[in-house]
């Protein structure tokens, strides 16, 4: 297996548990679904740079050298949704407050055909 393969995979399954948790109904595995999705944007960016083994970060006189600019662009992204973050968390925690549900729209859904006949009773 190549190391093109193996990073791809990840992304791949990383984008994927991503997505799955931003469908969830619940806040919490929201916030863990976008941040998710973006470490997996971060890895997709940083394989973008190609995949060097043996080569200098910083141009030298000699031997090849690795594209500096998605390393930047990454570690610029980290700073950025590590805010993101932890403000997305604020607005959930708000939310919870203000509605008293952890619910993305704000009420818990109705769960089948028993709990209409519940509330009857």
Known sequence: MSLEF????????VTATGIYLILRGRTWPVVLGLS???????????AMGRLWQDA?????AT?????????ALVLTAIVIGFATTGFVIELALRSRHE????????HEPDHGPGKARDEAA
Do not use: C, E, K, T
């Open 6 to 13: 193996l990073v791809a995979s990840g992304i791949g399954v």
């Open 36 to 46: 998710l999705l973006g470490y997996a944007v971060n890895v997709f960016i940083f």
């Open 56 to 60: 200098a970060p910083i141009l030298s």
């Open 63 to 71: 031997g090849r050298v690795a594209d500096p600019l998605p390393q």
């Open 99 to 106: 509605s008293g549900s952890d619910h993305v729209d704000g």
